[in-house]
Nanobody
Framework: QVQLVESGGGVVQTGGSLRLSCTFS????????MGWLRQAPGKDREFVAA????????HYADSVKGRFTISRDSAKNTVYLQMNNLKPEDTAVYYC????????????????WGQGTQVTVSS
């Protein structure tokens, strides 16, 4: 059974940075496509970023392109989301996601996700 545990959320001012981490267990990490989703209050969960088997294969939602960077460390079974130049509209619960299908991660419908970590950006 896949387990995903997020950390690194918090409160930051507009323009600040945070780095989220997600540790993965329960399956071979290298065989899983990974990603991040988020859900703001009163809104549906949405895709943020996805990464293939290497850092050279990534995709981002238009709203975070140029500000967020997803990466993975196979030695640590960990995926990261570096978030720079944060805006109030980035406030949400962020979920780590995993799936054997890259298409499902990008579509925001992964088979597995974590419990989430809260990110709050104050104006």
């Amino acid at each position: 059974q896949v387990q995903l545990v997020e950390s690194g959320g918090g409160v930051v001012q507009t323009g600040g940075s945070l780095r989220l981490s997600c540790t993965f267990s329960g399956r071979t990490f290298s065989s899983s496509y990974m990603g991040w989703l988020r859900q703001a209050p009163g809104k549906d969960r949405e895709f943020v970023a996805a990464i293939g088997w290497s850092d050279s294969f990534t995709h981002y939602a238009d709203s975070v392109k140029g500000r967020f960077t997803i990466s993975r460390d196979s030695a640590k079974n960990t995926v990261y989301l570096q978030m720079n130049n944060l805006k109030p509209e980035d406030t949400a619960v962020y979920y780590c996601a995993a799936d054997l299908s890259y298409r499902d991660v990008r579509a925001g419908v992964p088979s597995d996700w974590g419990q989430g970590t809260q990110v709050t950006v104050s104006s």
